[in-house]
């Protein structure tokens, strides 16, 4: 109630009483049985969302989902302006594409982010968040995605770690681990150009 409260007065949000009724078809009876139960599963799992079959009422259901503008179920709950704004499928963008990589979750819906870099004009990404957010973990779980999806396609992935924390996981996918430091036999000659360099390489520089 306190938070309802709050968000009347503080976020200026409005009240508002709201059903949403859902019709399903099958081939069979025994499908829609089965799809039926399906449904009240995938909405029992969630503590947010309660979903029953209208009994005796299916009628009235057809001619409330019907887009005529008429509620026939008289089974209503107060919602505000901003969860009822969650039910509009352009509330949120989706963006989940062919042969993508999990990037996270979208914050509105829920759904995986599938994110193709390969197929960006630029694909550049930042990774912003507090201390100890998961970061890092982001990063590296991006990057073991990218070597596992695109290991035949002869990728380079290279990653520069001052703070030493991906040498394990470079071990593991049998990677190479290069330590530069003042102290270190490895150093990296910038006029250094290999025999096989493309001439025709575009410069930025």
């Known amino acids: 109630a306190q938070e309802y409260l709050t968000d009347l007065t503080e976020r200026d949000q409005h009240l508002m009483y709201a059903v949403i009724t859902m019709v399903h078809f099958a081939d069979s009876k025994q499908q829609l049985d089965e799809d039926t139960e399906s449904i009240l599963a995938t909405a029992r799992s969630s503590a947010q969302c309660r979903m029953q079959i209208l009994r005796w009422q299916q009628l009235d259901g057809l001619n409330t989902a019907l887009p005529l503008g008429v509620r026939r179920i008289e089974d209503i709950m107060s919602l505000t302006t901003e969860g009822v704004a969650g039910f509009m499928p352009f509330k949120s963008t989706e963006i989940q594409q062919e042969h993508g990589f999990c990037f996270g979750q979208n914050q509105i819906s829920r759904n995986l982010i599938m994110i193709d870099p390969r197929s960006q004009q630029s694909a550049n990404s930042v990774i912003c968040g507090r201390p100890g957010s998961g970061k890092s973990m982001l990063e590296k779980w991006i990057a073991l995605n990218k070597i596992l999806a695109t290991a035949n396609d002869n990728h380079i992935i290279l990653i520069i770690d001052p703070e030493r924390e991906y040498a394990p996981l470079v071990k593991a996918?049998?990677?190479?681990?290069?330590?530069?430091?003042?102290?270190?036999k490895t150093y990296v000659n910038a006029m250094d150009i290999s025999s096989g360099y493309d001439k025709t390489r575009k410069s930025d520089y």
Do not use: P, R
């Open 173 to 184: 996918l049998n990677g190479e681990v290069v330590y530069l430091s003042a102290q270190s």
